[in-house]
């Protein structure tokens, strides 16, 4: 029995050890992949690490060449194509001749830099909104109100676009400058039928017939306006005034049915509507209040040279303008909220 148990033994530990071997090398091949993996993760974090300097690099170059390729001028050194606003005396942009150059004097001080910032962080903002009301929105909406909603996102999210665009690359040629000009009045009078359009909607939301004759013809104007601003007249510096007063002609015609829907109302003590409605009140008087400044150029017109980085007309005009929409925006959401969530006022608006 003693061989047996001696074989036995000897087989036991010869099965241990090759268990132990066999632990080992699957020990070491862990290993081998850990430290493989880690060498790798360590390559690609120092080739990412070169990248983004020689990406940095790359950027404070374009940048320093950008800035070393001009300086900014009186506006007497100025073609008369870029002659815009005389009130303005220095800080201007000479023509810029690649759209590289223009886009990189965005990062530079100006006469022109507020103008191109708030328009677009006016536009991100509104792209922003847009997403959380179409992809977040706690309240779910109709295809209906997508459309209505969309044509207020889509209206403010080109005119803001357009502005800054047009602001940016105004001084790369005449031909250029006026195309982007047309652009820009075109998405005025998008933001515009984009503002009345979500308003007649929910508005009249249960009266049809006003409802649709309405928005046919804020639609018209709009098309009308459009026409006009792709006018090469229109956009010739004087006729600033005519241009003030056609876009804010078109939107006091919200007043019209304003006045409507306001002596058709029978539930006004409501606060939804009590706030829908002085949010309508308060974006006119913002737009206008931004039309009149650029129209007459307060306050350089009695500051001359003194407002040419900052706070000169057309910058408020912009401020304004954001702020307008973004108090418009708060009234027709209240509306619709109102519209679409209310237990008494229930009717088929399709």
């Known amino acids: 029995m003693a061989p047996q148990l001696i074989s036995r033994r000897v087989v036991r530990m010869g099965e241990q050890e090759g268990e132990e071997k066999e632990g080992q090398e699957v020990t070491e091949v862990h290993q081998s992949l850990q430290s493989r993996a880690v060498e ?7 080739k990412a690490c070169e990248k983004g300097e020689e990406a940095e690099i790359y950027v404070e170059k374009a940048m320093k060449k950008a800035w070393d390729a001009w300086k900014t001028c009186h506006i007497s050194d100025l073609p008369s194509w870029l002659q815009d606003n005389e009130l303005l005396h220095t800080g201007h942009r000479p023509p810029l001749k690649s759209f590289q150059a223009c886009f990189w ?6 006469t022109e830099s507020v103008n191109i910032w708030t328009h677009l962080i006016g536009c991100i903002i509104f792209a922003c909104l847009a997403v959380y009301v179409y992809f977040f929105n706690p309240h779910p909406l109709h295809w209906e109100d997508k459309l209505v909603f969309g044509s207020f996102f889509l209206g403010a999210i080109i005119c803001l676009g357009m502005s800054s665009s047009y602001h940016t ?12 000009s047309r652009l820009d009045y075109c998405g005025i009078a998008l933001l515009i039928t984009g503002s009345i359009v979500p308003f007649l909607y929910y508005g009249f939301y249960c009266e049809y017939l006003p409802k649709v004759c309405y928005i046919l013809i804020v639609l018209a104007l709009g098309v009308l306006t459009t026409v006009v601003s792709l006018s090469e007249t229109f956009s010739l510096p004087h006729y600033r005034p005519v241009r003030a007063s056609v876009f804010t002609g078109f939107g006091c015609s919200g007043i ?6 306001f002596f058709s109302q029978e539930s006004l003590h409501l606060s939804s509507l009590w706030y829908s409605l002085l949010c309508l ?12 400044l650029y129209a007459l150029r307060v306050p350089e017109r009695f500051f001359p040279g003194k407002c040419d980085y900052w706070f000169h007309s057309h910058q408020l005009f912009h401020v304004l303008v954001i702020a307008a929409a973004v108090v418009h925006y708060n009234g027709i959401s209240e509306l619709a909220l109102y519209r679409l969530t209310s237990s008494s006022d229930m ?4």
């Open 40 to 46: 790798a993760m360590d390559n690609m974090w120092h």
């Open 105 to 110: 004097s965005i990062f530079r001080l100006h």
């Open 169 to 180: 690359f105004a001084c790369h040629s005449p031909h250029v400058g006026r195309l982007f």
């Open 256 to 261: 019209i049915p304003g006045i409507h829907w």
């Open 281 to 292: 009140i308060l974006m006119g008087v913002l737009y206008v209040t931004g039309a009149i």
């Open 347 to 350: 009717c088929d608006a399709r």
